[in-house]
């Protein structure tokens, strides 16, 4: 038996939301319109515009409030700076687009020697329960918004950069990861009730300094190379050996 996959970044948004231990950490997202997006911006200075049915970190627009009362739009490496009227016009365009968008109230990415980071926790289910085969964090490229290995993300032990994000406080790293690994366990439990065919997940996690943790993304056919990447190969062993018992059924 395969890994069932669920496209659709908002119907497991809307799952997820339901649950009141995980409604804290999910960000404000709603389907795009360009008033929506205008009105987000009034109160965030930054949101994503993201394919509702994307991966790999494709196709996402980062718009953020500038210091002159403009905005500016990155799409990749391009940036530019509009006025209302042309961000109106181009949200207007993404909206009427034939892939649906989603905007998302942007999340403040913890830093890693001035380099945004999000986590990867890779979480199994080879037999009749979860359990959590690997995490990782993923570092962006130099002046990068975009932290996937597809897109030149580089993979980093996650003690390696919560250390530094939590000032050396081990007690505070190991109460950061432990809530991690609470937060993706439920994430698993919840969408597994509603897709009871999923066995694989690739969750995407934010953390603030203050010790905030946001969910990104729960990708269910989620990629494993980050984790070749790492110094250790204990992690990639585990979800090899997985993978094997899920394919099997």
């Known amino acids: 038996m395969s890994s069932h996959s669920v496209k659709g ?4 948004h809307k799952l997820l939301i339901k649950n009141p231990s995980l409604y804290p950490h999910l960000p404000s997202t ?3 319109t360009a008033s929506d997006a205008l009105h987000m911006l009034k109160s965030h200075s930054t949101v994503f515009l993201k394919p509702d049915g994307g991966s ?7 718009i953020r409030n500038t210091s ?4 500016e739009i990155r799409y990749g490496k391009v940036r530019e700076r509009v006025g209302r009227h042309t961000l109106y016009r181009t949200l207007r365009r993404y909206q009427k687009s034939y892939t649906q968008y989603i905007v998302q109230k942007g999340i403040h990415l913890g830093r890693y ?16 329960e979860w359990g ?9 490229p130099p002046h990068h918004y975009i932290t996937n290995y597809t897109r030149g993300g580089k993979a980093v032990l996650l003690e390696k950069v919560l250390d530094p994000l939590f000032e050396g406080n081990t007690e505070k790293v190991n109460e950061c990861i432990e809530n991690l690994r609470i937060i993706s366990m439920n994430i698993a439990t919840t969408l597994n009730k509603r897709f009871r ?7 995407d996690l934010a953390v603030e300094s203050s010790g905030q943790i946001w969910i990104i993304e729960a990708n269910t ?4 190379k980050l984790f070749t990447k790492l110094p250790t190969s204990e992690m990639l062993r585990t979800i090899r050996h997985n993978k094997k018992k899920i394919k099997k059924g």
Do not use: N
Not at 56 to 62: D, T, V, W, Y
């Open 30 to 32: 709603k389907w795009l």
């Open 132 to 140: 959590i085969s690997g995490m990782a964090a993923r570092i962006a």
């Open 68 to 71: 002159t009362g403009g905005y």
């Open 197 to 203: 065919d999923i066995r694989e997940l690739g969750i």
């Open 56 to 62: 790999g970190g494709s196709g996402i627009l980062k």
């Open 113 to 128: 020697h001035g380099r945004v980071f999000d986590i990867r926790m890779y979480l199994q289910k080879p037999r009749s």
């Open 9 to 12: 970044k908002m119907i497991k």
């Open 221 to 224: 056919r989620p990629q494993h």
